[in-house]
Nanobody, 124 residues
């Protein structure tokens, strides 16, 4: 059974950096594209970034381009989301998800497995 565990969230000030990690277990890591999504109360979950199976293709939503970087380390079964120049509007619960399809832009319904989420709070 595939499991995803996120870590690295926390409290930050505007302009700070955080790095989120997502560890996949229970299956072959290289079979999966990984996406990061985020959600705030009362809003729909939105795609933040995604990376394909081999790390060749990536996707970023426009509001995080140039600030966030997604990467994967197959030796550690881990995908990272490096978040720089954080803004209060980045405050959300961040989820990672795994799927075997790659579409641009990524769509939630293409991702089969989800982590529990990690809270990121950015104060001004």
């Amino acid at each position: 059974q595939v499991q995803l565990v996120e870590s690295g969230g926390g409290l930050a000030q505007a302009g700070d950096s955080l790095r989120l990690s997502c560890v996949l277990s229970g299956d072959t890591f290289s079979m999966y594209a990984i996406g990061w999504f985020r959600q705030t109360p009362g809003k729909e979950r939105e795609t933040v970034a995604a990376i394909d199976w081999i790390g060749k293709s990536t996707y970023y939503r426009e509001s995080v381009q140039g600030r966030f970087t997604i990467s994967r380390d197959d030796a550690k079964n881990t995908v990272y989301l490096q978040m720089n120049s954080l803004k209060p509007e980045d405050t959300a619960v961040y989820y990672c998800a795994a799927g075997t399809l790659w579409l641009e832009p990524p769509r939630e319904r293409e991702y089969d497995y989800w982590g529990q989420g990690t809270q990121v709070t950015v104060s001004s």
